[in-house]
């Protein structure tokens, strides 16, 4: 029973390992696209889309399994970081519009904070569900 629950708990920060290696990876193409004069919206789309494709990408890659047996449904994982990204998305999206005084990277950092909540709670859910 404890080795099954130390397996869960490694698979647990293999998807965090995984989730902030795509926040590392949007924030760095928001930051470029941003000063390649891409508006705030534009840029944010194009980052969020192109750092879920790549973690998408990682996770069929990666090895989640524990014993030769699938410890989470891979799409149930792909659903949670698809509706991250939306969440995501309509956060920022409500945050610049709302508060045109909020710097962009500010606002990228607060609806990502919330929706890696988010994720984790998903991943939690799914995980360890019976």
């Known amino acids: 029973m404890a080795d099954s629950s130390s397996n869960r708990i490694l698979l647990f920060l293999r998807f ?8 590392m990876i949007d924030a760095l193409l928001f930051h470029l696209l941003l ?20 973690t998408l990408a990682l996770l ?3 090895d989640l399994k524990a014993r030769n047996r699938l410890s989470t449904e891979r799409p149930g994982l792909a659903a949670i970081l698809i509706i991250a ?7 920022y999206a409500t945050l610049v519009t709302a508060l045109p005084s909020l710097q962009p990277l500010a606002a990228m950092a607060l609806a990502s ?18």
């Open 16 to 23: 965090i390992a995984l989730l902030l290696l795509g926040l």
């Open 35 to 54: 000063n390649a004069a891409f508006g705030p919206l534009l840029a944010r789309t194009l980052s969020l889309l192109a750092a879920l494709a790549i």
């Open 60 to 62: 069929h890659r990666i």
């Open 85 to 91: 990204a939306i969440l995501n998305q309509g956060l």
């Open 113 to 130: 904070t919330a929706t890696l909540c988010f994720a984790i709670f998903g991943y939690l859910r799914l995980a360890f569900r019976k």
